[in-house]
Each structure stands twice: as structure tokens, then as C-alpha cells.
């Protein structure tokens, strides 16, 4: 809610504010873990930290204000003159006196709460969910604001792995929770992934407000196998063991692999999974020692979508 601006925007005339009906988002097929994140904000009483989690300011007000949130075991139908909805408890099944999050959008479009996915299986599907509700009632606006919520999956250095526009949060004429999901197929890199819930609207209006509960990860089946293995050592000594330096890949749509030297120096290149490094460039053998390896390539994620990916490693050339 804009506050006083936004109760300066209200309908006088009782009309009815229109909405656009949001996507639900995509959906995980097999659900077959337990949730690898279930945030559910604990209950009435207990003390919940969101340090880190997000920029706006915490608040204990009976109504949070712009660009601050209010984790409560129930909204008060009162905020804001009477044009948020009155929701007596939170969403979580069978929860007693169970908290939501309560967001009161700024006057920015932006990411409003970040969450870490640790422990992921690398080329393994996972599903990420919210649950939400618009908390503006219809009839009180004559422009209302409709929340915009995108959930981007990216790594700790922002790149995009996953990015779902839902859509706007429709106004329902009681509050009405809708479940809003992403899946993406965590990446093989040893970066962190984060899941951001973003509101893409900005500034000015009246309403943008939403309420938010049971944050949940699950995977959408078991580990897949890590596509690339290469041993830790070989000897090309001629001895018909473990002569050639052979990389394992399975299912690469595309491969290229470098290994350097312990200067960083190339030594050996390939984009085919037959070619062995026999421990030689240029036909004169390398001195034996610690060799670094860098693979990129491409696999079809459960998804059906070519993603690229890049493994590195170390191998102990003996002579």
C-alpha cells in the first residue's frame, strides 16, 4: 500500500478495480524428497531473522509502510482505511498461530527477498514455490496496482540460471493464496546459487501489497550421476596401465577440454570425448607433476533445454 498517497487514490464510487489473472508458474512433475527449503516463518511468539534474506525494513507497526515487512501470525483488515484484507491466520496446513510475511512494496521494482539453495545436485531438476496473496481488496481503487512477481534463479555472481515472469497477483474479493513455482536444473559449478523474488512494479499507485508464506524447494527426483569423471592420476610410462589421460562424460550434447601446466600454460586441447592426452605436446613428453584441466560442455536438462556447463580439476602426471 502507498500509504497516505495511496488512501489519496481511492475510489470514492465503490468501483470495481480490474485484474489480470496470474500464471501459476511451472511445476515439477515428481516430487519425490522432502523440501530442501521450507520457510513457513515460524509462529506466533517465536523470534524470526531475515538479516540477509532482504533490503526491506523489518517493522512492528500494526501496518507496515512502504519498503518494509511485517512477519505476523495474521493481517489486520483495518491498515490503510479499510482497503487491505483481514486474514486471520497464515497458510501452512494444520499451523497454530503459524507467521506470513507481510510486504509493503517500495517505491522501487526490485528483488524483496533473496533466499540461498545449498546443497544442490548438479544437472538434478528442482521446484521452488511460494505461496501468495494480493492484500488489496477490489472496489477500493479506481487505478489499483496489481503486485508483478518474477522468481529468478541466479548464481551468487548474478548469472540467470532460471526466470519465471508469473505475472500480476489479482485482487480477489476474499484473500484468496495462489501457489507460484519455478523449476530449473541446478548448474555443475562450485559458485552458489540464490533464488530472488522480485516485484517488477514501481513507484506510485495504490495497493502493490502481497502476503507471503511456505517458501519451499523440492527436487524433482533422484541425484543424477555428475556427468564428468577423470582420474586423479595416470603414468604414461608404456605399461599398458593407465597410460592415457581418458575424461568421462555422459550425455554431452558439445565438449571442449584445455589442460595447462603449472605455468597456466596450454599443453593439450580437444572438443572429442575419444581423444586421450598421452602426457606429450608436440610429440615431446611432459615433465611429470600437477596439471590443471578446465571441460565446458552442454547437456538437455530435464527440462528439455541445452544448458552450458564448465567442471575443472587437477591430475598427477607420473613418470
Known sequence: ????????????????????????????????KEPAVNQSFGQAGSSISLSGRTTYRASTDLCPVDGSYKVTDAVDGSC???SWHTIPEDHTPNDVRGN??????????????????????????????????????????????????????????GQIIQSINIGTIPQSSTPTWQRFSAV???????????????????AGGCGN??????????????????????PEAFSPNNDGLNDDLVFHLRGANAFNLTIYNRWGKPVFTSNALDQRWDGSQAGAPCPAGDYSWVVNYQLTDATNVIRSYTKTGRVLLLR
Not at 502481497?210 to 556427468?227: H, N, V
Open 1 to 32: 500500500m502507498r500509504s497516505i498517497r495511496s488512501i489519496l487514490r481511492m475510489c470514492l464510487f465503490g468501483l470495481t478495480c480490474g485484474f489480470s489473472h496470474a500464471s501459476l508458474g511451472q511445476v515439477c512433475l515428481d516430487l519425490s
Open 209 to 230: 501489497d502481497i502476503a507471503l508464506d511456505d517458501i519451499q524447494l523440492k527436487q524433482c527426483g533422484e541425484c543424477r550421476p555428475t556427468p564428468v569423471f577423470a
Open 80 to 82: 490503510f482505511m479499510y
Open 184 to 202: 530449473f536444473t541446478a548448474p555443475e559449478q562450485v559458485e552458489g546459487v540464490v533464488v530472488k523474488l522480485i516485484n517488477q512494479q514501481g
Open 100 to 157: 506470513m510475511m507481510i510486504v509493503n512494496a517500495s517505491d522501487a521494482a526490485g528483488a524483496f527477498y533473496t533466499h540461498p539453495l545449498t546443497g544442490l545436485c548438479s544437472g538434478t531438476a528442482y521446484e521452488f514455490s511460494v505461496w501468495g496473496v494480493n492484500l488489496l481488496k477490489p472496489g477500493i481503487c479506481s487505478d489499483p496496482v496489481l503486485p508483478e512477481l518474477t522468481i529468478s534463479i541466479e548464481t551468487e555472481g
